[in-house]
């Protein structure tokens, strides 16, 4: 079977049962439950760490009312991170490559956030069609675009998490590639090109980070818009 370069965006199958949901839930399972205990281990310190300095970061641009949405943004942003980072590994499946998964996390989520506004504010969540000052003229069409731009939004979050994850993806899959053909033919060229590869690595992992990062702080400005 001839295999292409992006065979390794399509959900593994086992015994004709989709594993996809087992790869977006094992990462989750991998993080440590916390205990009782005031002293624990030094993974569940740095965890807990982390998860406070996430919190912390994501409740900035929020005001008071929206900080009871501290616990989904940081599970969201807990779960894009350990996906994303895990996805990185040989012989792994990221379903964050997958735009049907990022909508099914987007969509609801601006959803919630649309109707938050509506129902708490629905003057001024309604106001954002319409900026202040407008020409009487231009009335129409400003709120034809602002329902377009705002409309757009999840599909924007979606597209712009799935198409960075699968270009990192394939540079690392297509220099690992020449790597490989090149290190017979002219080992220096394909220790160069191995070097290349280490650099653009690190890089992965500093896009999948930002990435989850950037997902979750536009929801939260969304939901800031809103409240």
Request: proline share 7%; net charge positive.
């Amino acid at each position: 079977m001839i295999l292409t370069f992006f065979d390794q965006f399509s959900s593994p199958y086992l015994l004709g049962i989709p594993l996809i949901l087992l790869s977006t839930l094992l990462p989750a399972l991998l993080l440590p439950m916390p205990g009782n205990r005031w002293i624990t281990n030094r993974l569940s310190t740095l965890q807990l760490w982390a998860i406070n300095m996430i919190t912390k970061q994501l409740m900035v641009p929020l005001n008071k009312p929206g900080h009871k949405w501290a616990i989904i943004l940081t599970s969201l942003m807990m779960l894009l991170l350990m996906i994303n980072l895990l996805g990185l590994l040989p012989y792994t499946f990221t379903p964050t490559t997958q735009l049907s998964m990022n909508m099914a996390l987007a969509f609801p989520l601006w959803l919630a956030t649309l109707l938050t506004g509506l129902r708490s504010q629905p003057t001024a969540s309604l106001g954002h069609l319409l900026p202040e000052g407008t020409p009487t003229l231009l009335i129409p069409a400003l709120i034809v675009i602002e329902t377009i731009s705002l409309l757009i939004r999840p599909l924007a979050l979606g597209v712009r998490l799935t198409a960075n994850l699968t270009a990192g993806h394939l540079l690392i899959q297509l220099i690992s590639t020449a790597t490989i053909t090149l290190l017979p033919i002219m080992p220096t060229v394909s220790i160069l090109t191995a070097t290349v590869l280490l650099l653009l690595t690190v890089l992965e992992v500093a896009v999948a980070m930002i990435q989850a990062y950037v997902f979750v702080l536009l929801l939260s400005l969304y939901l800031q818009e809103n409240i």
